[in-house]
């Protein structure tokens, strides 16, 4: 048997105030699209906004549905609009922001694991990190630098 460690390092901002001006306005751009989020059952809301490489903004929110599973995250409602709309332009950010009618999230919220695998896939084919800012309604920030940093031993074409 061989043990094999694996760590990833996280950076955490106390505040949006704290973020580089750049990253501070995707992240507004995540909290705005939180205001279209259909979110009638949970009641919680999320809003993504990813960065291009040429500089466009993408946003994305959730939708939910009353057949449960049919819904869809904001992370992957964004970046499946990038990949129909921007198919060979490179991802640079990831903004995530969440919150619910039920309390206040002070804690970061970060992508569920069908994102983790879904946004995994896009950071994989582009062969460059896409860096991801998540946080709850107010308070800390965390960033990583790779959207693998989130799911160190992901699945992909390599298996199929």
Do not use: H
Request: aromatic content about 8%.
């Amino acid at each position: 048997m061989k043990k094999v460690e694996l760590t990833t390092s996280i950076s955490i901002y106390e505040s949006i105030q704290e973020l580089p001006k750049n990253v501070e306005a995707l992240m507004q751009k995540a909290i705005k699209a939180k205001e279209n989020a259909y979110a009638p059952y949970s009641k919680f809301k999320v809003g993504a906004s990813i960065l291009l490489e040429n500089g466009l903004i993408v946003t994305g929110n959730n939708q939910e549905n009353a057949a449960y599973p049919s819904g869809m995250c904001a992370e992957r409602v964004a970046i499946w609009k990038v990949a129909s709309e921007y198919p060979n332009v490179k991802i640079l950010k990831l903004a995530i922001s969440a919150s619910s009618s039920n309390q206040i999230l002070k804690e970061p919220v970060a992508p569920c694991g069908a994102c983790r695998q879904t946004l995994s896939e896009y950071e994989l084919k582009q062969k460059d990190k896409i860096e991801v800012f998540f946080m709850g309604e107010e308070g800390k920030i965390i960033k990583t630098n790779s959207v693998l940093d989130l799911l160190p031993i992901a699945f992909d074409k390599s298996f199929l």
